[in-house]
């Protein structure tokens, strides 16, 4: 798993797209993340559906094939090219932007579901305010977002920040309901039993 260090240039494009280009991208699975195909499943995720951070488009292509109207947003270029690729493949109908989150205000538009999976933890202080507040700016009143993170409970000395509920608390206040933070897990190629996460469920109020 990459360190803190790698983790922490995650708003430089040309070093993502670096990661992306040699394969050093262990969040990259082929497949959606198992807590939010559950969460497709069960019907929680809902209309306009916005993807921060999408990589390589899982997510998207997942919700475009229950028939949602689906976006996903990414900094590094190759990867939104390898996702527009993947949805022509496959014969979808998804949307694929170059994009920053921490600016969703100027994109202009609303999503009734914004699914967040490993873009959370990198950020810290300032940015995660930044972040918190650009996603406030995306979705309206009632709608919800869902947020796979690196969790606390993994131990071992490597990846991202380890985000506690404590975290999540501070961070969604004024203007958030936090529905759940339950433990979870995230697949990744480094480990056949996932990274210990939190799955966190929240409204906008």
Known sequence: ????????????????????????????????????????????????????????????????????????????????SMAQEKASERGLDARFLCYDALKLADLGETFDTILDSGLFHRFQGDERTAYVNSLASAVQPGKRVFVLSFGDQQKEDWGPHRVSRAEFEAAFTEGWRIDAIEESTIDATVDADGVKAWLVSLTRV
């Open 1 to 80: 798993m990459l360190d803190e260090s790698v983790y922490a240039r995650h708003q430089e494009p040309s070093f993502l797209e670096e990661l992306y280009e040699t394969g050093a991208t262990p969040w990259e699975i082929g497949r959606p993340q198992s807590a939010f195909l559950a969460l497709a499943q069960s019907g929680a995720i809902q209309g306009r559906v916005l993807d921060v951070g999408c990589g390589t488009g899982e997510h998207v292509l997942m919700c475009a094939r229950l028939g949602l109207n689906s976006t996903g947003i990414e900094l590094a270029s190759n990867a939104v």
